[in-house]
């Protein structure tokens, strides 16, 4: 059996490994190392798998949050919503842009932001919510829409972890997780569902406006060379990552499948255990298990489980150990321990599995017997 790991990008690169290389040397070959055609090409191919109009590719996931917001055109001090439980990016980019986050729990069961909390967080000073698609599956957007309409706010999503991942709205009709608000986010950092092999990222709108607003801060806050309209960033795809996603985004729905046929396995061996809980899944979005997320519901010492798990050479993680609100970083008086009960309680219970394109059953197997073999 080969050593388990969370995520396996050898054994990934290792079935497209011709085309990858053949794509490297041909990005080489040509010195077209910025802004290459393959940018485009690959803008294009993405554009086409979302469905939405326009793609603009950037440098990291963190960027693409950073540009939608500045695209937004908002005041120091507006407020921006997002939950408590997720990764810092999120709140990193409104705090430095000097918007105030206003952070909100999450649901217990699919640690997705809902329409109740975040109707229950609009103030006057409420300009944009920013959805975190946490672990590879939407959050309810037909609902989240409803209250940003009603209160016109801007809603940015971030699908940095469910880039494939289908919203099935109210009239049936489906739509990738990304395409609903605004403007989409994401970002190809090597794990994430569609990573490069390096760092990138790209937002998505159906909005042409906001297209050409994001394209131009994207670049300097030029649309024309050496004419700055807007105060804009330095943030761009590298061509070498673009003609690697190409080949991958080619790959991605079979990659999709198999990330979700593990987490099924999971599922179906660990669902009898009364101390622990399968992943809940949305029953209006499909999962693309970016990470296979257990909750400990019984009282389990999850650093004893964690060491357990290791002893037999499983890796297993905690995304994430700390909500937003207790960061050293984002403390205000206006948060304590305590305000947030349901995100405080998830980082104590938590553990994500390995999960990855290249899962083999008897892999699973013996992580199951291992999880089974610290309690039944
Ligand atoms: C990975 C991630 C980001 C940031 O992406 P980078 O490319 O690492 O900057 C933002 N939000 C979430 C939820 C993420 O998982």
Redesign the pocket.
């Given at each position: 059996m080969m050593k388990i790991q969370m995520v396996d990008l050898k054994g990934q690169y290792a079935k497209i490994k011709p085309e990858v290389d053949q794509a490297i040397q041909n990005v080489i070959d040509t010195t077209a190392f910025i802004n290459g055609p393959q940018v485009k090409t690959f803008s294009a191919d993405l554009a086409e798998y979302l469905s939405v109009k326009h793609v603009i590719t950037c440098a990291?996931?963190?960027?693409a949050?950073q540009i939608a917001l500045m695209a937004l055109g908002l005041e120091q001090g507006d407020e921006v919503i997002v939950p408590c439980f997720?990764?810092v990016?999120?709140v990193e980019v409104i705090a430095l842009l000097k918007l105030k986050p206003v952070v909100t729990e999450v649901d217990p069961d699919t640690f997705n932001i809902t329409a109740e909390l975040i109707e229950k967080a609009i103030t006057p000073r409420t300009k944009a919510i920013v959805p975190?698609h946490?672990f590879g599956q939407s959050a309810d957007m037909a609902a989240i829409m409803a209250i940003a309409r009603k209160h016109k706010l801007y809603v940015i999503e971030?699908t940095?972890?469910a880039l494939g991942a289908e919203y099935v709205g109210i009239d049936g009709s489906s739509k990738k997780a990304g395409t609903i608000g605004d403007i989409g986010c994401t970002?190809?950092?090597p794990s994430?569902n569609l990573g490069c092999y390096g760092?990138?990222?790209a937002l998505y709108t159906n909005n042409d406006e906001l297209a050409t607003l994001i394209r131009k801060i994207a670049n300097h806050g030029q649309a024309k060379k050496y004419h700055h309209e807007v105060i804009g960033v330095n943030s761009r795809l590298d061509t070498i990552q673009a003609a690697i996603l190409s080949i991958k985004l080619r790959q991605l729905d079979q990659y999709c499948k198999a990330r979700r046929d593990a987490a099924d396995y999971y599922d179906q061996h660990l669902a009898g255990l009364s101390w622990l809980q399968i992943p809940k899944r949305h029953q209006n979005s499909t999962h693309v298990f970016h990470q296979y997320t257990l909750k400990l519901v019984d009282p389990v010492d999850r650093n004893a489980l964690k060491d357990h798990l290791l002893s037999l050479e499983i890796p297993s993680m905690v995304y994430y150990p700390i909500p937003l609100h207790l960061q050293e970083a984002f403390k205000t008086p206006d948060y304590n321990e305590g305000d947030f009960p349901v995100s405080e309680r998830l980082c104590s219970q938590v553990l994500s599995l390995p999960v990855h394109t290249e899962m083999e059953t008897e892999q699973q197997d013996y992580i199951i017997a291992g999880i089974k073999s610290f309690r039944k």
């Open positions: 990291n996931g963190t960027d949050l997720t990764y990016a999120t975190v946490l971030d940095a972890q970002s190809f950092f994430k760092d990138g990222g």
